[in-house]
């Protein structure tokens, strides 16, 4: 037996949508609540636990989770024992009830529990189903099945289980979102008012800042001759932006408002508003769409490329546009601004960025027009590139925007240098390269290794888009050019070194050292850099505001491009000035003497801190607290210090004297002359665990080294007040010492 579910779709077409009727079909539905029944029966009575537990193995079906974990994420507050039995009666009650349905099974090992589906009716498994399909038809039947979010009305107090709840319901939401934007543009594309106004009013419902969809609502009203909701609709537009970003609508929607307003409209002026909903905000499309040859106009107009030395290294930069804003855009793994430009879609995205700011754009060292072959960078010699090309154009105060891998070294600019950053916005961007415990969205070393094979093996070949734009797989021109883009941005094994490289990166550390005015910008179905990485960023970053784009595509120019540009657009143009926080980014140097059996003299202390203080000047450090036999110093720059300790250490070894040394790197408050904060006092505690002779190094210093050359041993590990766990830490030694 089916039951029908009318949905008009296109001019009063009526489809079918066959749905289990759950009476006498297994099921189990999570999306609007919680509904488990089958075969006829009853519908058992589970506990909140149990149901809680159900839902998170059916969302995991067919993967096997550990008894251990089901334990921590719904009784974390009970002790071993009593959590291991309250796990085995809810699994017992669900096991029952799961024999009585015929639809689904449990398989247990002792350790691990999986849950199969079989025959169960699941509707999240036919909601992702139906979304991953573009056919109007498929999205409409998503969006029956999709009654309301994932366990609506549902919650635990256990954080753990609320944290994964929380996260899961974003997502498909997201995709619910993604598909009704889908069928807003087709059925403006094809002249079908009354379902595009369906369609813009249950995504305004779910997310009423959209303002291109207000639009497209006022366009359909208009087409249907209702002319008073369309200006109702402009109302709601205003109040919701005012209301919750205190911002007044954008200059195309006051437009159409004066336009409907003011003008008589006929038919067909209606029409010709309603149809162009689809194509105010669209890239232009690609030759291979068109039939037209590429040669862009874009491509005329590229812009000139100058030089600047970075360290003896030339890093090469473009300067488009004249607004009043400076924006700095740091690409992500390799790039080529002479490339950028023969993407139509590209190129798009670029001109919009300079019609509202100053862009700076620069191939990083190592990259593009930038010195090739110049070994991989630190993250902090990179950060320097990016200072030497805004001095170079004179920017003074500049809104940093990193994309993908360039994200983290945007992060610690904002961090060492507040005083000349005016915001951060980050797309696409990441704490952390490598799976942890305490980070387990990034890809595990071997999910690295799997994708630097297949960079290799596909190298120059039509590119791949299934992974950076799923929206371009099909466009062959966006993967040709995208192949040559890369081949014209770095040789293979330049390019799987500084992927790997950059999965190696960890900034965690610095995020709360970061006080400036941040954008994050992550796309839902990313499938490079996980939601939850930009959420992480979102949380551990001061006052960051977080927005999450329907979608897939990872690259800047891809099918959300137009409106990750308008949220750019808006912040950084709408946020005053904020004047840079107290703290400031510093690496902080502390080392002692120690000096022969016998002791030294006052004297010989006085000339060997003469040495020191040369080395410190050499090296760009500024000493900031004296003892006895003691230096205290700060850094803007984690590798100059541990490359001035160990010259330190050198030139002391000289005179038979020994140094202990430390570093690490934190926010401090600069006050005058002196620092105050948890750096100075962490590099304090370092130095009591270095041995005459050895330099100490904790993992945050470490992991902003990376591409330094220096080697690390790990060294224990040290317990403070003022941190959130244990600080690891590592003896530093340079290669063949």
């Not at 087709?186 to 106004?197: F, G, I, L, R």
């Not at 249907?224 to 200006?231: C, D, E, K, S």
């Not at 490598?434 to 960079?455: F, H, I, M, N």
């Amino acid at each position: 037996m089916t039951v029908e579910l009318g949905t008009t779709t296109g001019k009063d077409r009526k489809e079918v949508v066959a749905v289990a009727d759950p009476m006498t079909h297994p099921h189990l539905c999570l999306l609007g609540g919680f509904d488990f029944a089958g075969g006829g029966a009853a519908a058992p009575v589970f506990s909140r636990k149990a149901r809680a537990m159900m839902a998170y193995l059916a969302l995991q079906s067919g993967h096997s989770k550990s008894r251990e974990k089901l334990a921590a994420l719904l009784w974390g507050g009970n002790s071993e024992a009593q959590a291991r039995m309250n796990l085995r009666q809810a699994l017992s009650a669900i096991k029952k009830a799961m024999d009585a349905s015929d639809g689904g099974r449990f398989l247990t090992d002792g350790h691990s529990i999986t849950l199969n589906l079989d025959n169960l009716d699941f509707d999240v498994a036919r909601f992702q189903a139906l979304t991953a399909n573009s056919a109007p038809e498929d999205l409409e039947q998503a969006l029956v099945v999709y009654r309301g979010d994932l366990l609506d009305g549902f919650g635990l107090k256990e954080e753990p289980f609320e944290d994964w709840l929380r996260v899961e319901r974003e997502r498909l939401r997201a995709m619910a979102i993604a598909a009704l934007d889908k069928l807003v543009a087709h059925y403006c594309t094809t002249n079908d008012p009354a379902s595009c106004v369906r369609s813009a009013t249950r995504l305004l419902a779910m997310d009423p800042l959209r303002e291109d969809i207000h639009r497209a609502l006022m366009r359909a009203y208009a087409v249907q001759g209702r002319l008073n909701l369309a200006l109702r609709q402009y109302e709601n537009c205003r109040g919701a932006l005012q209301r919750d970003l205190n911002l007044q609508p954008e200059p195309e929607t006051r437009h159409l408002y004066e336009d409907l307003r003011t003008r008589r409209m006929t038919p067909r002026a209606a029409s010709r508003i309603a149809a162009s909903a689809s194509l105010s905000q669209t890239p232009p499309p690609s030759p291979a769409r068109t039939g037209e040859r590429p040669a862009f106009e874009a491509e005329s107009r590229r812009p000139a490329t100058h030089y600047v030395k970075s360290a003896g290294i030339n890093i090469a930069y473009q300067v488009t546009g004249d607004g009043p804003i400076d924006l700095i855009h740091v690409p992500g793994w390799v790039s080529n601004l002479d490339l950028a430009w023969s993407s139509p879609r590209l190129a798009h995205v670029l001109q919009r960025l300079g019609g509202f700011s100053r862009l700076i754009r620069m191939d990083k060292r190592g990259t593009g027009l930038s010195d090739r072959n110049v070994g991989l960078p630190t993250l902090e010699e990179r950060m320097e590139d990016v200072r030497a090309v805004l001095d170079a154009v004179g920017s003074k105060r500049t809104v940093l925007f990193g994309s993908s891998e360039g994200g983290p070294m945007c992060m610690l600019f904002a961090a060492t240098y507040p005083e000349r950053t005016a915001a951060l916005v980050l797309n696409g961007a990441y704490a952390s390269g490598r799976w942890s415990k305490d980070y387990p969205w990034a890809k595990t070393g071997e999910q690295v290794e799997e994708d630097l094979a297949v960079v290799e093996r596909e190298w120059g070949e039509p590119a791949d888009m299934s992974n950076a734009a799923p929206s371009l797989m099909n466009d062959s021109f966006e993967r040709e050019w995208f192949a040559a883009y890369l081949r014209n941005s770095a040789s293979p094994a330049d390019a799987i070194a500084l992927w790997r490289w950059g999965t190696e990166i960890d900034v965690r550390a610095l995020l709360p050292a970061i006080h400036v005015p941040t954008l994050i910008v992550q796309t839902a179905g990313d499938r490079w850099v996980k939601p939850e990485e930009g959420r992480y960023l979102a949380t551990h970053i001061e006052g960051a505001k977080y927005i999450e784009l329907a979608g897939r595509d990872h690259v800047i120019w891809g099918e959300n491009s137009d409106r990750l540009v308008d949220e750019i657009q808006t912040f950084v143009t709408g946020a005053l000035p904020a004047a840079p926080g107290e703290g400031i980014l510093v690496s902080v140097l502390s080392l002692e003497i120690a000096g022969p059996p016998s002791g030294l003299g006052a004297d010989l202390i006085e000339r060997y801190a003469e040495e020191i203080r040369g080395e410190l000047f050499a090296a760009e450090g500024r000493q900031i607290r004296r003892s006895a036999s003691g230096f205290f110093a700060v850094f803007q720059r984690p590798t100059r210090s541990i490359q001035c300790a160990i010259a330190i250490r050198h030139r002391l070894r000289q005179s038979g004297l020994d140094v202990r040394s430390a570093v690490h790197t934190g926010e401090c408050q600069e006050r005058g002359d002196d620092f105050t904060g948890i750096a100075i006092e962490l590099s304090s505690r370092l130095l009591d665990r270095a041995r005459p002779g050895e330099i100490i190094a904790s993992r945050t210093v470490r992991d902003l080294v990376v591409g330094s050359g220096l080697l690390f041993e790990e060294h224990g590990e040290l317990e403070a007040s003022g941190l959130p766990g244990s600080l690891q830490l590592f003896s530093v030694r340079k290669p063949g010492v």
